[in-house]
């Protein structure tokens, strides 16, 4: 639902009634992730996609039903061998889809509305609602804040609100969307209650240290991935916008002071380009004590033997090197600045995936995966 949260939040300011489809848990090689939703108002507007087009027309009959009967509802669709013609996913995933209306007489809509301005906002927010369970907590929601308070309650036990919200803090603080299983009292006790918990937070930075020419092709690879793009340089006359008209922000300043004063996250990734010494030292330094996503520096490799020996001497340990990406990038054989972006982008989407970087022709390994649930889970679907 959040995904959607621009169009939503419109609808609700102007009254209209709509049913939400959103993908609950994926199985297999499934197009669209859990949160990947799609709405249908009354009029029969639709927006957005749970399938990329395979049920997308079923998922849409299910709305009509939701929003004339005012019932949540979740329904499976897999692929089927014996029935070509059987409403499925041709990829042979299976994805599981919770229905749910939102009508003028529901009173979640002021609690729906609170998650998806924060949303729209491009604030962090998480929604937690209900998929199985008892049914009169079936479709109920609960958005937490990142600071762990949340509004409204699923109308049952406290205790059912105070632990859905700290396990949907877990998945917020891992930018996430899964489902976790709870008992209907709170931790494991009671019924059990399945619950999906939407994440929705800004964008990841990527702070590009160094403006040569192979940054500005990042800097488009960046953006085009969704990423917050910063560059920063210390020479005015590189750090202009003229030469970097897709980054978010330019800072000119020395890069370790730039990155000793910035926010950075467990999203974060810091691809430094200068190589040079008395750039890349200092800045390496810091960079391999912060709690980010990646650290890659650029240079052949005579200069990350020389580099890593210059770090060595700065008191850099080798388990903090151990993280460190260099020569940056992944081996495509590439030449121009923007292969090279390429490489580094494949190699950034490998590390956040779990993926290998080898061809996909002929291994046995999952294509779609996610190693790194949030640490508070109890079972997580993605």
Same mark, same amino acid.
């Given at each position: ?15 209209? =009634?709509? +049913?939400?489809?959103?993908?609950? #848990?994926?199985?297999?090689? $499934?197009?669209? %992730?859990?949160? !990947? &939703? /799609? @709405? ?32 949540a509802r979740t329904e499976r669709f897999g692929y089927s061998d014996e029935d070509a013609f059987a409403v499925g996913l041709t990829c042979g995933g299976i994805i599981d ?8 007489? =529901?009173? +979640?809509?002021?609690?729906?509305? #609170?998650?998806?301005?924060? $949303?729209?906002? %491009?604030?962090? !927010? &998480? /929604? @937690? ?85 192979? &940054?500005? @092709? ?60 008395k750039f890349d030292v200092p800045l390496l330094k810091l960079a391999l004590r912060l709690p980010v996503a990646y650290v890659g520096a650029m240079g052949s490799r005579r ?80």
């Amino acid at each position: 639902m959040l995904d959607l949260a621009d169009d939503l939040r419109r609808w609700l300011e102007e009254g209209r =009634d709509f +049913a939400v489809a959103t993908v609950v #848990s994926v199985g297999g090689s $499934a197009p669209r %992730g859990p949160g !990947a &939703a /799609l @709405a249908v108002d009354r009029a029969g507007t639709v927006i957005g996609s749970v399938s990329g087009g395979c049920v997308e027309g079923a998922v849409y009959d299910l709305c009509q039903e939701a929003l004339a009967d005012g019932r949540a509802r979740t329904e499976r669709f897999g692929y089927s061998d014996e029935d070509a013609f059987a409403v499925g996913l041709t990829c042979g995933g299976i994805i599981d889809v919770m229905v749910t209306p939102v009508r003028a007489s =529901d009173p +979640a809509r002021p609690v729906l509305a #609170s998650a998806l301005a924060a $949303a729209a906002g %491009g604030r962090a !927010a &998480a /929604l @937690a609602r209900v998929v199985e369970g008892p049914g009169h907590l079936r479709g109920r929601a609960l958005p937490v804040r990142p600071d762990g308070s949340y509004e409204g309650g699923f109308g049952a036990r406290p205790e059912l609100d105070r632990t859905v919200a700290a396990e949907a803090g877990a998945f917020l603080d891992a930018g996430r969307t899964g489902t976790v299983e709870i008992g209907e009292e709170g931790s494991r006790c009671g019924a059990p209650v399945t619950v999906l918990v939407e994440s929705s937070v800004p964008p990841p930075r990527m702070i590009v240290f160094g403006a040569i020419d192979f &940054a500005a @092709a990042l800097v488009r690879v960046g953006s085009f991935l969704g990423h917050h793009v910063t560059v920063c340089d210390a020479r005015p006359v590189f750090a202009t916008r003229a030469r970097f008209p897709e980054a978010d922000e330019i800072v000119v300043e020395w890069p370790h002071e730039y990155l000793a004063r910035t926010e950075v996250d467990a999203r974060t990734v810091l691809c430094v380009l200068t190589h040079d010494a008395k750039f890349d030292v200092p800045l390496l330094k810091l960079a391999l004590r912060l709690p980010v996503a990646y650290v890659g520096a650029m240079g052949s490799r005579r200069t990350h033997l020389d580099r890593n020996a210059r770090l060595r001497e700065a008191g850099v340990t080798e388990l903090e090197l151990a993280r460190l990406r260099s020569p940056i990038g992944l081996d495509l054989g590439a030449r121009t600045p923007e292969e090279t972006a390429l490489s580094i982008a494949a190699e950034i989407v490998a590390d956040r995936r779990g993926g290998t970087g080898a061809a996909l022709t002929g291994a046995h390994t999952p294509i779609h995966r996610d190693p790194r649930p949030p640490a508070r889970t109890m079972g997580p679907v993605a």
